[in-house]
């Protein structure tokens, strides 16, 4: 009798395999792209996955950050762009994939997402994580530092793609007008 050596193939298991990459894509960098295109090239399925995170408080809404992600991944094959709270692996687990991505940039990186990594196994429906390191014209850039650059007038052009911003920018003109007239609001007590 010939051994089995490939699983038995279910309906499920004919479907491609699947894999989360998580974060705040707050907002979604070169960097992140990068990641994303290099994962998709080894998974036919891949979910790019916006934490909601109710206890940061972001830049953008999550419905911002999913909306720039879709826009910046509409010519990947392979990708679909999700958000979600609570458990990333009652997640992963709920959408049937099997693997968690994570970018690792620095050593500092490296600490947490290895507790993490360690913790998303241990936990009950644990699920393992596959780590890329970060392309070395992509490992200075995080989001906070995308945004704080941007913040202080800088010029964040090489650091995110277009459409990201573009939308930073009419954000940033939109708070402007805003504070403006909120500081008019407050001359004189009349609505300018
Ligand atoms: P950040 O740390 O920039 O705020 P996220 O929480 O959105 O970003 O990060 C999501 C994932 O992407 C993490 O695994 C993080 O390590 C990875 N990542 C973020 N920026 C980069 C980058 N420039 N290169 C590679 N991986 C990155």
């Known amino acids: 009798m010939i051994p089995r050596l490939m699983p038995k193939v279910t309906s499920k298991t004919n479907?491609?395999?699947r894999a989360v990459?998580?974060?705040?894509f707050d907002p979604v960098t070169?960097?992140?792209?990068?990641?994303i295109r290099r994962a998709a090239a080894h998974y036919p399925r891949l979910i790019v996955a916006v934490v909601a995170n109710p206890n940061k408080k972001p830049l953008l809404t999550l419905q911002q950050r999913v909306d720039l992600l879709r826009d910046v991944c509409s010519g990947l094959r392979g990708i679909e762009?999700?958000?979600f709270d609570g458990l990333l692996v009652n997640y992963v687990r709920a959408r049937g994939a099997s693997?968690?991505?994570?970018?690792?940039r620095i050593v500092s990186d490296f600490e947490y997402e290895f507790s993490m990594a360690l913790l998303n196994r241990h936990l009950p429906g644990g699920?393992?994580?596959?780590?890329l390191p970060a392309s070395?014209?992509?490992?200075?850039?995080?989001?906070?530092s995308v945004r704080e650059v941007f913040s202080l007038g800088g010029d964040i052009s090489e650091?995110?793609?277009?459409?990201?911003?573009?939308?930073?920018?009419?954000?940033?003109?939109?708070?402007?007008?805003?504070?403006?007239k909120s500081v008019k609001k407050s001359v004189g007590g009349k609505t300018v």
């Open 30 to 35: 070169n960097g992140h792209l990068d990641i």
């Open 127 to 131: 699920v393992d994580t596959m780590f």
């Open 159 to 180: 650091f995110v793609p277009p459409a990201v911003l573009r939308a930073m920018k009419r954000l940033q003109s939109s708070r402007a007008g805003s504070s403006k």
């Open 21 to 24: 990459y998580p974060g705040s």
């Open 81 to 83: 762009v999700d958000c």
């Open 136 to 144: 070395l014209e992509y490992a200075h850039i995080s989001s906070s």
């Open 99 to 104: 693997l968690i991505i994570k970018g690792l």
């Open 15 to 17: 479907e491609p395999p």
